[in-house]
């Protein structure tokens, strides 16, 4: 990892041996370790997909909606994460993806500010949902631009020794959206607050923290030159259809395709109604926990666990290789889902045997959600437009997830949530047979100083 106020040169090589001179050269210059800015710009990430996707979910159960429709609605606010490819190689066009993060955190947290707005209309539900849908726009254009710098800046072995920071780093938003605000929501209500001004010093305060990251980010991410050739000058259009095509004649991309759309399907089923059963009330079939326990248990607890997972899964991946790893990353990743059946089965009251079963989940659902991430960035990326090729990928993950969760909010409610969270461990088995068919067309070095 480059020191403090050193300059890195980095080298990408194709397959077939070809340097990427040909292309572009990457000259950055580094104020601060990698590891910083990694952790950071996948915070910002993190925080604002989570709430988009999950924390909204948790407002509109605070606001009286029903399971299905709170369920349903976070679910289409995070379509832009499946729809990013559309805009995807139009930041191919900047030669530095800095500036693309920089404003775009900056424009979320102006939109944040229109979410404590919206609130308080007479029209709730239309103008939440729509600065919703914005800022997944917003957050997938972020993520797009976060994704390039990771890649263009990192070459593989450095890019898979920090897989693991880059994953906790992401996890911490969650830590955020869905852990502190919820508890700070949760703990103004306990003190007397009204739903609508709880949730709006919680939006308040996600708009300060953007602010504060752009400006962070402004500073710390590296300075990108591309030498050579640069397709700042060619034609969006020209590049869009470029970059389609060259993701289109990948050698496998058909099952590569189907592992990134088809690997978290079951967690896409569980990702909106699991925390909705545990804020559910026990009349109703739920654990009736309140937003302070949920933001403890599942936004806190549950992403520290997830983090935690993810080092180690990142550490593992560094030291074995991805090709081995991969069948257990997959069972990390769907057999713990169960553990959701056994709390509607169980019912339990007490907060350690809901925390613990949370935990135990999360872990896992860590552990193995580094090996997706690590093969879209080793395996989809690779090639000439690795930005667009990368939010390609992505965007079919976030596909599965948005069209999963619709769907999940759809049958819960015939099914009950013990019928429904058999159904979500049936729902592995896609995730099992793409990852027994995933095909490896580079070869990336495990850790060379692995000791064997």
Same mark, same amino acid.
């Given at each position: 990892m480059s020191s403090e106020g050193s300059v890195t040169m980095t080298r990408h090589t194709e397959p077939g041996g070809n340097s990427t001179r040909a292309h572009s050269e990457l000259t950055h210059?580094?104020?601060?370790?990698? !590891?910083?800015?990694?952790?950071? $710009?996948?915070? !910002?990430?993190?925080?604002?997909? $989570?709430?988009?996707g999950s924390t909204s979910n948790v407002l509109y159960l605070d606001f009286g909606l029903s399971v299905r429709d709170a369920s349903w609605y976070p679910s289409l606010f995070v379509l832009p994460y499946a729809l990013k490819p559309l805009w995807a190689p139009l930041l191919e066009l900047r030669e530095s993806k800095r500036s693309i993060v920089v404003w775009t955190q900056l424009t979320l947290a102006a939109t944040c500010l229109l979410a404590t707005a919206a609130i308080r209309t007479p029209w709730f539900l239309i103008a939440s949902a729509t600065v919703f849908v914005i800022m997944g726009v917003l957050g997938a254009t972020m993520d797009m631009a976060s994704d390039g710098v990771y890649v263009t800046t990192l070459n593989d072995e450095r890019a898979a020794r920090l897989a693991g920071f880059q994953s906790s780093g992401w996890m911490l938003g969650p830590i955020f959206a869905t852990g502190l605000l919820v508890i700070l929501v949760g703990s103004l209500q306990s003190a007397g607050f009204e739903t609508g001004d709880a949730w709006q010093v919680a939006l308040g305060a996600v708009a300060l923290t953007l602010s504060v990251l752009s400006a962070w980010h402004h500073w710390s991410i590296p300075t990108a030159i591309k030498r050579g050739p640069s397709t700042a000058t060619r034609p969006a259009l020209a590049t869009f259809r470029d970059a389609v095509v060259s993701f289109a004649r990948k050698p496998s991309i058909v099952p590569m395709i189907a592992f990134a759309v088809l690997f978290r399907t079951s967690q896409g089923f569980l990702d909106k109604i699991g925390p909705a059963f545990l804020k559910t009330p026990i009349a109703s079939g739920g654990l009736g926990v309140d937003n302070e326990r949920l933001g403890w248990l599942n936004g806190t607890l549950g992403t520290i666990g997830i983090a935690i997972g993810t080092l180690l899964g990142g550490?593992?991946?560094?030291?074995?290789?991805?090709?081995?790893c991969l069948p257990w990353l997959c069972v990390a990743f769907n057999l713990p889902n169960g553990a959701y059946l056994l709390l509607s089965w169980l019912r339990p009251e007490t907060t350690i045997w809901i925390g613990s079963a949370i935990v135990f989940e999360k872990f896992f659902f860590g552990v193995g959600s580094v090996g997706h991430i690590v093969y879209l960035i080793q395996q989809v990326s690779p090639g000439p437009f690795r930005t667009a090729h990368l939010a390609f990928g992505t965007a079919l993950m976030g596909l599965c997830m948005s069209v999963t969760g619709m769907l999940g909010a759809i049958l819960v409610e015939p099914l009950g949530y013990s019928g429904y969270f058999a159904f979500v461990m049936v729902a592995t088995i896609p995730s099992f047979l793409v990852t027994w068919f995933a095909p490896f067309e580079r070869t990336v070095d495990a850790d060379p100083h692995r000791k064997t």
């Open positions: 210059f580094e104020r601060v370790p990698s !590891a910083s800015w990694v952790c950071t $710009s996948y915070l !910002a990430m993190g925080a604002i997909y $989570s709430l988009v550490y593992v991946v560094s030291r074995a290789g991805l090709r081995r």
